[in-house]
């Protein structure tokens, strides 16, 4: 297959073989903004390491420019669905100096979060309780993500359980490395008193490096 990379207006595009433009799924054009985005993907297609990998750059570009409005709408339930549950919010924990530990962490994020978007988050404190709240603010910020944002966000959210941790990555007031610290302070922490699980471990690895990848694509798209 012979992939040319094409400019148009603020947008690079592919050539198939000199013949057609390279499409996703749904019949939308497969386009990026940043020309290193583009030479990335004709290096992955042509290398065809995409096809398993669901946070390869390739496949994460697929699923932006392929996104409908109808797929959109979904995908912004969603993350409501997941904030309502947000691991920065929960605080189920019989062992005081781990809650101690996760208010200290995490507090300032549900704070800052709640004023940025005029919410009134509440903490959960059972498995079984979530809750619900107006999002109109969060809704119209949500509304002026393009494509390739959205897909982080909610790729992230998905990922971590944390809409609000996910939100700050987005704003770059986070890296990826802390992400995956905060996400996983309870583990951490049972992890110095209790010791490492060798199957955590590479469940742990592998959570990073989805991280890793998502943030290398986060990368390509500003």
Not at 97 to 120: A, G, R, V
């Amino acid at each position: 297959m012979n992939i040319k990379i094409l400019k148009g207006k603020n947008r690079y595009y592919f050539l198939i073989d000199k013949k057609k433009k390279l499409l996703t799924p749904n019949g939308n054009l497969l386009e990026v903004s940043r020309k290193t985005h583009a030479e990335i993907i004709v290096k992955e297609i042509k290398k065809q390491i995409q096809s398993k990998d669901p946070n390869s750059i390739v496949n994460l570009t697929y699923f932006s420019c392929n996104l409908s409005l109808d797929e959109k709408e979904r995908i912004k339930k969603k993350l409501i669905e997941i904030l309502c549950f947000d691991i920065v919010l929960f605080r189920c924990f019989e062992d005081k100096e781990l809650e101690k530990l996760i208010n200290k962490k995490l507090n300032p994020f549900m704070d800052k979060f709640e004023k940025k978007f005029k919410l009134n988050l509440t903490l959960i404190f059972s498995i079984v309780v979530s809750h619900n709240f107006k999002s109109k603010n969060f809704n119209i910020y949500l509304n002026k993500l393009n494509n390739y944002q959205l897909t982080v966000l909610f790729k992230l959210a998905t990922l971590t359980n944390s809409v609000i941790l996910s939100y700050f990555f987005l704003i770059k007031e986070i890296s990826y490395n802390a992400l995956f610290k905060l996400t996983n302070l309870e583990y951490n922490y049972q992890q110095k008193r209790w010791g490492v699980v060798s199957e955590q471990m590479q469940i742990e690895k592998n959570y990073y490096e989805s991280l890793k990848k998502i943030s290398f694509f986060f990368k390509n798209i500003n």
